[in-house]
Nanobody
Framework: VQLQAFGGGLVQAGGSLRISCQASGRDFSNNAMGWFRQAPGKERDPVANIDWSGARVSYTDSVKGRFTISRDNAKDTVYLQMNSLKPEDTAVYYC??????????????WGQGTLVTVSS
């Protein structure tokens, strides 16, 4: 059972990147999913959540209007589209499956991270 995140890379400020998280070994279609990020020397913080159906999403204030979380349950994949990227978005991004259907609360499983670097 794992969550595989991929799609990170180096991008210039103002650019866009889409990262993905593929689930395998278990059906996560009834779990809320989330993206977190951890910058060097900082704690891991939540970025965006999406409920099991994809109907309800939430974002941390610093990415509202720039990032979009979505999911395709048929493909067992969650996406994070990141636009208008800023150097302060540089971090390792982790996906996670929550124990609940709506999001928040306990994380059932963490994916490995994918590094996003935004150059100024």
């Amino acid at each position: 059972v794992q969550l595989q995140a991929f799609g990170g890379g180096l991008v210039q400020a103002g650019g866009s990147l889409r990262i993905s998280c593929q689930a395998s070994g278990r059906d996560f279609s009834n779990n809320a999913m989330g993206w977190f990020r951890q910058a060097p020397g900082k704690e891991r913080d939540p970025v965006a959540n999406i409920d099991w159906s994809g109907a309800r999403v939430s974002y941390t204030d610093s990415v509202k209007g720039r990032f979009t979380i979505s999911r395709d349950n048929a493909k067992d994949t969650v996406y994070l589209q990141m636009n208008s990227l800023k150097p302060e978005d540089t971090a390792v991004y982790y996906c996670a499956a929550y124990t609940s259907r709506l999001g928040g609360g306990s994380v059932a499983i963490w994916g490995q991270g994918t590094l996003v670097t935004v150059s100024s």
